[in-house]
């Protein structure tokens, strides 16, 4: 028997840290790691011990005898993986500590608290006699956990019980509720630690840069997003679903998340912990058909396989293909007759095929997924009508996928136009900033003397958590190596005087008993509800709960 790896991968690795005969790839030190959509266990070389099971923070292994049908698939995807991918990587075990004095007292402050920051701090917390103050503009911590992850992938969300577990310990403290900029600034948080980490993530949307974007009824993404999940910047907002089409412009998982959410039964969408405005308003959607845009093929398509088998199964809704939009390019049509095509690739498209040939069901939703078509324009008026797209074609180009617009022009009808091409990261004031890949530019972390960056705004808006896992491991050992090399000086003050200067600027600061506050009354409310949680949205009820315990 062996252990299967399944949709609700997270990609943290630490199955791959535990495993005693190094058979799940790609571990964070193969080059693969960082844009693969998931970790692959060789049923071949499996030792059936189970510690990855008991190590998978999502609940995501399952031995093979107790996988429903529908991921019987990832056990045969894992099987081609090993069949064409070289396994000879370095094992995933925990790196060794860096070296530091024995009398060092380190203070360390992390400037967002998403995934990237906590990994950050949980290797400097490895260390002993360092202190990491965590600081949030929000009352909340966990990021794009909290408020991007789809409400409907609850096992993939558990990777807060992560996150959680490094916030217990003793070094390591909360100061949420705290823009940095605004509250506190740059230079004081210099003047008070050590170093400082800017974990901020990517909080905007790329632009289409297309006629009509501006138009009511044309929204971004990033706001969509932040609205289901009960972000408090984006709970006022308002959506009209008064119409039977929708389009989203992308077909990455962000892209699927939305479709998939819009076609969702509210009552399914209701035991999760959505936003109670995203439910009720949903409820009362006449939206029956979304539609996925995507400008190349299927081989490229950036949803992954987890994602897409998922959707297959996923009852009430029907997955259209046209099998005519299934288009190869030379490259991959010849590594596919050649049976030497990448094994998850291969996977994406025999799938595609198989939902391209199954017949709709009478009374279903429908998630259509086009290829090969292009937005020119979003037209309306008052508000969105329709969008008009141009079909794309493969342009031979040697080494290169690249297509381009064969002029075949057609309009789209829909109410309601969703653009999910990607977040972009903003510039942090008093930092450099490269305006056109959205990051802070740094060497390994490394931004310059005491200030670092990890996530997102490090590396640009690509991987999930396990690649910010090891991102932000990255910028820890960077500031411990500067710190045991003398590079780091002695801060100006002591780190606890920064508590005192946002008290005397009458700054609310939700610490943890604050935050314990919020999300044990979150977990209550959603226990009565049979949810996970019932979020609060807005930033002053949040504070309310966590006022007792932060005055």
Not at 344 to 353: G, H, Q, R, Y
Not at 404 to 413: N, V
Not at 488 to 514: F, M, T, W, Y
Request: aromatic share 6%.
């Amino acid at each position: 028997m062996t252990f299967v790896i399944t949709a609700p991968c997270c990609n943290d690795a630490s199955c791959a840290t535990v495993c005693p005969v190094n058979c799940i790839h790609p571990t964070p030190g193969e080059p693969e790691f960082a844009t693969a959509d998931m970790l692959y266990i060789d049923p071949d070389s499996c030792v059936d011990c189970g510690l990855c099971l008991v190590a998978c923070p999502v609940s995501a292994i399952v031995p093979e005898h107790q996988l429903a049908e529908r991921d019987r698939r990832f056990l045969e995807v894992s099987v081609d993986y090993y069949r064409d991918h070289r396994v000879d990587g370095p094992a995933a075990f925990t790196d060794d500590l860096v070296p530091l004095p024995p009398d060092h007292q380190l203070r360390v402050a992390i400037v967002g608290a998403g995934p990237a920051g906590f990994y950050a701090a949980e290797e400097l917390l490895r260390h002993g006699r360092i202190r990491v103050d965590m600081f949030d503009r929000l009352p909340t911590p966990y990021g794009l956990v909290r408020g991007g992850i789809a409400p409907d992938h609850p096992q993939t969300k558990a990777v807060e019980q992560t996150l959680a577990e490094i916030a217990t310990h003793s070094n390591f403290n909360y100061l949420l509720n705290v823009t940095v900029g605004r509250d506190v600034t740059h230079q004081e948080l210099a003047d008070n630690y050590h170093a400082v980490i800017y974990a901020v993530g990517a909080a905007t949307e790329k632009s289409l840069g297309i006629p009509g974007e501006e138009l009511p009824g044309s929204v971004s993404g990033v706001n969509f997003v932040g609205w289901y999940n009960g972000h408090p910047d984006r709970a006022s907002d308002n959506y009209r679903f008064d119409h039977e089409r929708a389009v989203v412009i992308g077909n990455g998982n962000v892209a699927i998340d939305i479709a998939r959410v819009m076609l969702r039964s509210p009552d399914d969408l209701a035991l999760t912990d959505a936003a109670d405005h995203a439910v009720e308003a949903l409820r009362n959607s006449q939206i029956r058909e979304v539609v996925l845009l995507g400008r190349r093929g299927v081989a490229q398509a950036a949803y992954t396989l987890p994602e897409l088998v998922a959707l297959a199964a996923m009852p009430g809704i029907d997955v259209i293909i046209d099998p005519a939009e299934l288009i190869l390019d030379e490259q991959t049509r010849t590594a596919r007759e050649a049976g030497t095509l990448d094994s998850v690739i291969a996977a994406k498209i025999s799938l595609a095929e198989e939902l391209s040939a199954r017949p709709p069901v009478a009374g279903n939703k429908r998630l259509v997924l086009r290829f090969m078509r292009t937005p020119t324009e979003i037209v309306g008026d008052a508000g969105v009508r329709a969008v008009r797209t141009i079909r794309t074609a493969y342009l031979p180009d040697a080494g290169q996928v690249r297509v381009a617009s064969t002029g075949d022009a057609t309009e789209l009808p829909a109410g309601l136009v969703i653009s999910a091409i990607g977040y972009r990261g903003q510039p942090v004031p008093g930092l450099p900033f490269d305006s056109v890949r959205g990051v802070v530019p740094n060497d390994s972390g490394r931004v310059q003397t005491g200030v670092y960056v990890t996530g997102w705004i490090k590396r640009g808006a690509t991987g999930g958590v396990g690649v910010n896992r090891r991102c932000g491991q990255e910028t820890a050992r960077a500031v411990l190596s500067d710190y045991a090399a003398g590079d780091l000086g002695e801060p100006r003050q002591r780190g606890s005087s920064i508590s005192s200067l946002l008290r005397s600027r009458n700054v609310q600061v939700v610490d943890k008993a604050g935050w314990a506050q919020i999300d044990a009354g979150e977990q209550a409310a959603g226990r009565a509800s049979g949810r996970r949680r019932a979020k609060l949205v807005s930033i002053p009820d949040m504070l309310e709960v966590a006022e007792g315990v932060t005055r």
